[in-house]
Nanobody, 120 residues
Framework: HVQLVESGGGSVQPGGSLRLSCEVS????????MAWFRQAPGKEREGVAA???????TYAGSLQGRFTISKDNAENTLYLQMNNLSPEDTAMYYC???????????????WGRGTQVTVS
């Protein structure tokens, strides 16, 4: 059973940076396809970035260049580095994992509880 725990969210001024972490237990990160999603109030959950078992990455088009997804197999942790943040990035950010390559699809089996990011 995969468990995902996000951390690193908080409040930041426009132009600032945050790094989110997703600690994985119950399975090895190296054996999972993983992604970050976000959901703003009143909006649907949207894919932010995905990473496959080999480390290849996929980004939502509008976010590439500002956000970087990575993972540390030794720490069994997924990361999301977010730079040049704007108020439009305010949302709950979720980590997701699956044994299948779902990229930015919303059909991941395993989800964390989220970490709040507020930019103002």
């Amino acid at each position: 059973h995969v468990q995902l725990v996000e951390s690193g969210g908080g409040s930041v001024q426009p132009g600032g940076s945050l790094r989110l972490s997703c600690e994985v237990s119950g399975y090895m990160v190296s054996e999972l396809y993983m992604a970050w999603f976000r959901q703003a109030p009143g909006k649907e959950r949207e894919g932010v970035a995905a990473i496959d078992k080999s480390g290849a990455t996929t980004y939502a088009g509008s976010l590439q260049g500002r956000f970087t997804i990575s993972k540390d197999n030794a720490e069994n942790t997924l990361y999301l580095q977010m730079n040049n943040l704007s108020p439009e990035d305010t949302a709950m950010y979720y980590c997701a994992a699956d044994r299948f390559n779902l990229q930015l699809s919303r059909y991941y089996t395993n989800w964390g509880r989220g970490t709040q990011v507020t930019v103002s």
